[in-house]
């Protein structure tokens, strides 16, 4: 009978402090998403279409789909200004370009980039729960984080001369 009061009194007092109820009311943190990339895909391009790659001076953009999100918020940076640092992407000055992305898309095209230079790609997914609730950044890693860096570079310049003759 002690042995029965006393475990009535623990559930109740673990009820009473909350438990996994509590956890479970709680939303999480949307699913995380990646680029599409020959490092986690082992397919390049032209194999794999969607595989992220470079053109002259304009870098298609792929990555997997999330269902049920907000968006994606994708940013980018020269590779030589966060290769080191986390911390690097959290300084505005940093980042040479951010934009959000619709739910319904998995690609983006960015034009008009130096030629012949590599770029550091993050992104994550956004909740419709508000900010506490995003994906965490893909992307951000330093190089000796390789499993979490997303890096291409643009081709060199053609030669202006030749195409003129």
Same mark, same amino acid.
């Given at each position: @009978?002690?042995? /029965? *009061?006393? *475990?009535?009194?623990?559930?109740?007092? @673990?009820?009473?402090? /909350?438990?996994?109820?509590?956890?479970?009311?709680?939303?999480?943190?949307?699913?995380?998403?990646?680029?599409?990339?020959?490092?986690?895909? /082992?397919?390049?391009?032209?194999?794999?279409?969607?595989?992220?790659?470079?053109?002259?001076?304009t870098?298609?953009?792929?990555?997997?789909?999330?269902?049920?999100?907000?968006?994606y918020?994708? @940013?980018?940076?020269?590779?030589?200004?966060?290769?080191?640092?986390?911390?690097?992407?959290?300084?505005?000055?940093?980042?040479?370009?951010? @934009?959000?992305?619709?739910?319904?898309?998995?690609?983006? *095209?960015?034009?008009?980039?130096?030629?012949?230079?590599?770029?550091?790609?993050?992104?994550?997914?956004?909740?419709?729960?508000?900010?506490?609730?995003?994906?965490?950044?893909?992307?951000t890693?330093?190089?000796?984080?390789?499993?979490?860096?997303?890096?291409?570079?643009?081709?060199?310049?053609?030669?202006?001369?030749?195409?003129?003759?």
């Amino acid at each position: @009978m002690y042995y /029965g *009061l006393l *475990l009535f009194a623990s559930l109740t007092l @673990m009820s009473a402090c /909350g438990g996994e109820d509590d956890e479970a009311d709680q939303p999480s943190p949307a699913s995380p998403t990646m680029f599409r990339i020959n490092e986690i895909t /082992g397919i390049k391009y032209p194999e794999d279409p969607f595989e992220m790659h470079a053109t002259g001076n304009t870098i298609q953009l792929h990555w997997f789909a999330v269902g049920d999100c907000a968006g994606y918020e994708i @940013m980018y940076a020269l590779q030589e200004k966060v290769a080191n640092d986390v911390m690097a992407w959290t300084h505005p000055e940093n980042i040479a370009g951010r @934009m959000i992305v619709s739910a319904h898309r998995t690609d983006t *095209l960015l034009q008009d980039l130096q030629y012949n230079t590599t770029y550091s790609f993050a992104i994550r997914v956004l909740s419709d729960k508000g900010e506490q609730y995003h994906s965490e950044w893909f992307g951000t890693g330093t190089d000796r984080q390789w499993a979490n860096i997303c890096q291409r570079t643009t081709e060199e310049e053609p030669d202006t001369i030749a195409n003129e003759e």
